[in-house]
């Protein structure tokens, strides 16, 4: 098992940033994908951004350039540097840790963000 815990999300204006967290603990051996997804309301829930083991990252065209994928391997946790923030980011963002074919996987409780106009 894995447990994740998120922080970081608010309320910002557009343009401004914000840093999301999500700390690990349990078998982290598992994990093989970090990723965070988002999920507006109406929508379906999509990916933000994904960060393998071997480092290869994956980003959404909507947040490319705008948004940082990365982690601290000694603290067991994945960042989300999220720059130049839209309203149409706003979402209920979600971490989610996977081993490479599903068979384990993981999901976040959520965190709110919110940019206004």
């Known amino acids: 098992q894995v447990q994740l815990v998120e922080s970081g999300g608010g309320l910002v204006q557009a343009g401004g940033s914000l840093r999301l967290s999500c700390a690990a603990s349990?078998?982290?051996?598992?994990?093989?994908?970090m990723g965070w997804y988002r999920q507006a309301p109406g929508k379906q829930r999509e990916l933000v951004a994904v960060?393998?083991?071997?480092?290869?990252?994956t980003y959404a065209d909507s947040v490319k350039e705008r948004f940082t994928i990365s982690r601290d391997n000694a603290k067991n946790t994945v960042y989300l540097q999220m720059n130049s923030l839209k309203p149409e980011d706003t979402a209920v963002y979600y971490c989610?840790?996977?081993?490479?074919?599903?068979?384990?996987?993981?999901w976040g409780q959520g965190t709110q963000v919110t940019v206004s106009s």
């Open positions: 989610r840790h996977s081993s490479t074919y599903y068979q384990y996987d993981y």
């Open positions: 349990g078998s982290i051996f598992l994990i093989n994908a």
């Open positions: 960060l393998t083991k071997s480092g290869s990252t």
